[in-house]
């Protein structure tokens, strides 16, 4: 950490602390949101890797209906329904049908002209849906959501304080502000590294941190509910705040599945196509025979991949079409009529109220996925920087610990605080709850419970000296 130099005096010693702890706190989070966000980074192409095997079937042959593929997938799961069909990406590509059947979600690949089912994968397992998981939850639901979120507003603390820490206002010259100098001593080294990588990828971090709040459990709760409650309605938006939105959506998909579908438009129960092996599978099958005048009117409109072809959720309603694409300004969402298939209404993403198109392209950069592989390139350079901050953070701070204590700077006298700082402090709490709540239960826990533990009190290094 760096040394407090007497002229900056009480406030510099009272960040540089503030910068300690949290960092402290959010290193092991950092180094984890950093590795699994740069394999979601890159899960385009792991995929495509993985799909690579699939991708070149024969164009010798007609194409079977969209109908029998789905016959076909279905199948494959007993019991199963039909979430949506995704068109091939290109000629030589398989058709991908995702099903539902218990809650659970299932991707199955089919030949189009063999009906052959080349793959089948749970949706859960997949490289993007499970690395999100892991970044987002910590594989363990919204108590992960929860860690994660609080991790990332200390973490917007930790990178706003090493900035102040880092401006160079006595400083002769560039080395250790814009360049590290690499030939005086090994603390002069770590120190640097730590500092100038910070200055470089602090403004990536933050934009990440604050494009991934909208995606955790309390914060997105949080936007939505402020949504609500400035536009009088429910706000519908285009991102989840959990895997347990996912799984309600398909709660809810299965449930309108299991209503009376002879009775919806365009769900034609009187013809009968040839039989496959399992029995419900075909009759659910023979639910969707209206699909190939959907994937008809949807195919020529040249939607970014990857497109999807959704029956209605409820008896009555209508099909449904969308460009799913992680490019989130490009995706269209369309509204089909069951019986003819013709487009009944268009959304694109230009049309969306302002705060979703803010959001959507953030989200999209924040994925690599708004300008392609400079995108991707980018977000690498921002989690390898982030990856070095913290171990470099960890070097100096166990190079310079004393045995017997944690290390953190000692403070000077008893913390004032000003006018401007605690409004500071009040509106970062209130645009980060957890950030908020996390501070008010510190000072309760240093006011009366750590006072009354002073060997505790030495091993933090909260006991003030007094000047």
Not at 250 to 264: F, G, I, Y
Request: glycine fraction near 8%; charge should be positive; aromatic fraction near 10%.
């Amino acid at each position: 950490m760096p040394t407090a130099p007497a002229s900056k005096g009480l406030d510099h010693r009272i960040v540089w602390r503030w910068h300690f702890y949290a960092g402290l706190f959010c290193i092991p989070f950092v180094l984890w949101l950093s590795i699994t966000g740069t394999i979601f980074l890159f899960h385009p192409q792991i995929q495509q890797w993985l799909d690579q095997p699939y991708n070149h079937l024969s164009t010798t042959g007609p194409e079977a209906s969209v109908n029998a593929q789905v016959r076909a997938a279905l199948a494959t799961i007993p019991g199963s329904r039909l979430h949506a069909y995704q068109l091939p990406f290109t000629p030589y590509s398989p058709a991908q049908v995702l099903v539902d059947k218990d809650l659970h979600e299932f991707r199955i690949y089919i030949d189009p002209r063999t009906l052959q089912v080349l793959k089948t994968d749970d949706e859960d397992k997949r490289i993007d849906n499970f690395v999100s998981r892991l970044h987002g939850e910590l594989l363990i639901g919204r108590y992960g959501s929860w860690i994660v979120e609080l991790a990332a507003s200390w973490a917007v603390v930790m990178i706003l304080t090493g900035l102040f820490l880092w401006w160079p206002a006595n400083a002769k010259g560039l080395a250790g502000v814009l360049y590290p100098r690499l030939r005086q001593g090994q603390r002069i080294f770590w120190r640097d590294i730590h500092a100038v990588t910070g200055i470089y990828v602090s403004f990536f971090a933050l934009f990440l941190l604050f494009t991934g709040l909208p995606w955790a459990k309390s914060w997105g709760a949080y936007l939505k509910a402020a949504r609500h409650l400035s536009n009088g309605h429910a706000v519908k938006q285009d991102w989840t705040t959990s895997s347990a939105d996912i799984i309600a959506t398909r709660a809810l998909h299965a449930s309108n599945s299991n209503s009376d579908m002879s009775s919806m438009p365009g769900m034609d129960m009187r013809e009968n196509p040839a039989p496959v092996s399992h029995h419900d599978s075909a009759l659910a099958a023979d639910s969707y025979l209206a699909i190939d005048r959907m994937v008809a009117t949807v195919a020529p409109l040249g939607l970014a991949n990857p497109v999807l072809v959704s029956p209605p959720t409820k008896p009555g309603g209508n099909w449904t079409a969308k460009s799913d694409t992680r490019d989130r300004p490009l995706r269209v969402d369309l509204t089909l009529n069951p019986t003819t298939g013709a487009i009944l209404a268009r959304t694109d993403f230009h049309s969306k109220p302002w705060l979703d198109r803010v959001i959507g392209t953030g989200i999209a950069a924040h994925e690599g996925q708004l300008f392609g592989l400079a995108n991707q390139m980018l977000g690498l350079f921002t989690t390898a920087g982030l990856v070095t901050l913290s171990l470099s953070g960890l070097v100096m701070w166990r190079r310079r610990k004393p045995e017997g204590v944690l290390g953190a700077p000692t403070p000077i006298r008893r913390v004032r605080f000003s006018a401007g700082l605690i409004a500071l402090l009040i509106a970062f709490g209130l645009y980060f709850p957890f950030l908020g709540g996390s501070m008010v239960l510190v000072a309760l826990a240093e006011r009366f419970l750590l006072r009354r533990l002073p060997a505790a009190q030495r091993w933090l290094g909260l006991n003030a000296i007094d000047a």
